[in-house]
């Protein structure tokens, strides 16, 4: 497959976000380094879409360029049609850690986004989003009180509070143990099934993006292409151990350079 | 044997105050006045009125000049820590400034202002100006990048970006410079008393001494400048207990 030839979406959705020959380069000590070079591809409305590639490559420098917190050195980034100029609470960036404001309870941080709605209006929010991220009973505590997985559980429900159109998902679960992790794919992917968002998750995890997406986006090495896009054609709930699971996820080694055995 | 936790540190100034006591009763003379004799000094103070007169001079002294410096400071700092280019232009003429001892400022004060509270002021504005300047300017710089995002993304403007993630998020360390620079407002006062008016507890150290050597007077203004310091310090320290203001203790 061409690397400039921009993928043709899945037929029954429409383009929910689109690149065009995006790049980036950065400016350090007077030289340019380019940490992306012309990439391009299309997520429809309501895809999960997974970014994967080596570590250092750049993933998340395209996450933060598709959000608006970073100016593309040339081409462009549209979201319905628009061209992206900066951040917007449509599309809410979830960080890796530390994200959630110590500084308020749950509750304050699920509502952080919604100081415009009525009193009632933000309450009924608050309360149907820590169910939905089962914080029940932690309503008033600190996330100095919580664990990690909580924290984050806490960052996506004040992203969904305020209704985006596109999460953007920087390594969420990077900083947890494995069990936590997997215990915390499961809950996202229950959230996704019930409000359907555009999704763009960056992970490292070879596993995570073959249980998550219904597309994975490869990048090569600094500065990031697209090296490949790959469909994971296995409905949900995905058995893990199923041989198409494991051929797609095979696939994807090859795909990122690594050899079959260690 | 258990002791309960406060008794631990008054049950060793107990014993420190005992050891002082014998020592200077084996050894009278000229060394130093005893704790008794310092308890009959302050006693001494607090029946002609003086004590109370001059703790409250001092305090008040303090309290202008520290929150003068408090109200200049703190805003100036987190402008200039947010916008990088204001910082550049100030930069060279805080780093000149800043060494210079409040005390070096004494004869200044004193031309400008006469001998008196507002000279006495003017040197303790001038001695906390500088380290809350710093301080705000390097809360601004240490508010982690992904507090920054997150307001920018859930499109907030700017004055309630201040309200709500700046403010919250500087306000840890602004406190605990606040307290350390309170420290520093409390050791000027006594110094610009002893020169720059003729009330206060600095003044009276001076003045116990020159007045015919009343060294247990001395010893006794310097045990309520300690003092003082403790509650000052202790307060702000309550203060920082407040559980949305201590996020940093457990969080980074």
């Known amino acids: ?262 | 044997m258990k002791l309960p936790r406060w008794l631990r540190p008054v049950l060793f100034i107990f014993a420190l105050l005992v050891i002082w006591e014998v020592a200077v009763d084996l050894h009278p003379g000229q060394i130093l006045p005893g704790p008794v004799a310092v308890l009959a000094a302050l006693v001494e103070l607090l029946q002609h009125g003086l004590l109370l007169k001059y703790v409250v001079a001092s305090l008040f002294r303090v309290t202008w000049g520290f929150m003068l410096a408090v109200a200049l400071a703190i805003p100036l700092g987190l402008i200039l820590g947010w916008y990088g280019r204001g910082e550049m232009a100030f930069n060279p003429v805080i780093q000149i400034l800043r060494p210079i001892s409040p005390l070096a400022w004494i004869p200044i004060a004193i031309l400008w202002f006469g001998v008196g509270d507002l000279a006495a002021v003017f040197l303790i504005f001038v001695g906390c100006f500088f380290p809350l300047l710093l301080t705000a300017m390097s809360a601004v710089h240490n508010i982690p990048a992904v507090y920054i995002n997150a307001g920018r993304n859930f499109g907030l403007g700017s004055r309630e970006f201040i309200a709500r993630v700046l403010y919250p998020a500087v306000i840890p360390q602004l406190l605990d410079g606040m307290r350390i620079t309170l420290g520093v407002a409390w050791l000027v006062v006594v110094a610009a008393e002893m020169i720059a008016v003729n009330s206060g507890l600095g003044f009276l150290i001076v003045d116990a001494r020159n007045a015919g050597n009343r060294y247990d007077l001395v010893v006794a203004g310097m045990v309520m400048i300690g003092a003082i310091g403790l509650v000052l310090d202790l307060a702000m320290r309550s203060l920082e207990r407040i559980k949305s203001f201590q996020w940093r203790s457990s969080e980074t």
């Not at chain 1, 299309?42 to 395209?62: N, Q």
């Not at chain 1, 608050?126 to 089962?134: G, K, L, P, S, T």
């Not at chain 1, 209704?163 to 499961?186: A, H, K, Q, Y």
Request: hydrophobic share 40%; glycine share 8%.
């Open chain 1, 1 to 262: 497959m061409s690397l400039a030839e921009p993928i043709v979406p899945l037929p029954d959705r429409k383009p929910k976000l689109q690149t065009r020959n995006l790049g980036v380069v950065y400016q350090r000590d007077g030289t340019g380094i380019a940490a992306l070079e012309d990439i391009n591809f299309e997520v429809s409305d309501g895809e999960f879409v997974c970014l994967v590639g080596p570590s250092g490559c750049g993933k998340s420098t395209l996450l933060n360029a598709l959000g608006g917190f970073l100016s593309p050195t040339t081409g462009s980034v549209a979201i319905d049609g628009e061209t992206v100029t900066g951040p917007d609470r449509r599309r809410i960036l979830v960080f890796q850690e530390h994200g959630v404001f110590p500084w308020l309870t749950v509750e304050g941080n699920i509502g952080f986004g919604l100081s415009k709605l009525t009193r009632a209006e933000r309450e009924k929010r608050i309360v149907h989003y820590i169910e939905m991220v089962r914080l029940q009973g932690f309503e008033k505590a600190y996330p100095s009180d919580l664990s990690g997985g909580m924290k984050q559980r806490l960052q996506v429900a004040r992203a969904l509070a305020v209704d985006p159109d596109v999460l953007f998902l920087d390594e969420p679960f990077g900083s947890l143990d494995s069990i936590t992790r997997v215990i915390m794919r499961g809950e996202l992917l229950r959230i996704w099934q019930t409000e359907r968002r555009t999704i763009l998750f960056v992970t490292h995890d070879i596993d995570e993006a073959v249980q998550l997406a219904d597309r994975v986006v490869v990048l090569s090495s600094r500065p990031a292409k697209i090296q490949d896009i790959l469909t994971v054609d296995i409905p949900h709930p995905r058995n893990i151990s199923s041989p198409r699971y494991l051929e797609l996820r095979d696939e994807l080694l090859k795909l990122i350079g690594l050899a079959y055995e260690i």
